[in-house]
């Protein structure tokens, strides 16, 4: 599904800063996506020269990873003295959200030894230490969940590209498996009346409760 198009936002001569810059580019990510995002379009974007852009920015690497780092900011750590798991799990919660507002951020590291993102991981790690969790639990626990977020938010981001909408999707689903011999796909039979109910934050939610389950927490720190 392609994003409607940006509003232009032509900036006085003298005013540019990285701020607009990082802004419109995000604008054009937003609509455009990785592969079509150029330094071209977000000087157009501003009604800038494209060489301007460049007084602020080295290029088009360095201005992706300034509107990544920009946006993963809105993304808030935990309490820095919390010992619950529904702490942490909020933090993911939080991701997905971004990461659904933002698709193109799937495609997009953030450098891992950046302050944006040291200063939400560390406090995170504290959380598990705090529950029990050794070293290598927590390191598999976390990247167990971030798989789980950054997976459901890239097929999210596909089911938004696709030309047909979701209800169409759905329909074509159910039609595609409704059609199949029930002799020999009894199981997928029993699906179709379910799939509709099967939206991503469906998966995403319990994919965070068997995670957690997995740790074994008293019940009350579970979410």
Known sequence: MRMPPQKRTRVRRGTLNRDLIVDAAIGVLDRDGVEGFTMRAVAAALGAQQMSIYNYVTGKDDLLKAASMHLHTSVKPPPSDSSSIEDFIGVYRELWVLLKSHPWLVHVA????????????????????????????????????????????????AMQQSAAGEDERIAADHAAIAALPEKEYPALQRLVEELPAVT????????????VSSLGLPRERNP
């Open 110 to 157: 953030v450098p891992p030894d950046s302050k944006e993102f040291l200063q939400l991981v560390e406090p995170t790690y504290r959380v598990l230490f705090r529950l029990g969790l050794s070293a290598r639990e927590a390191a598999v626990f976390v990247t167990a969940v971030s798989n789980l977020v950054v997976g459901c938010a890239a097929h999210y981001a």
């Open 200 to 211: 991503p934050e469906a998966a995403l939610e319990h994919g965070f409760a068997a995670l």
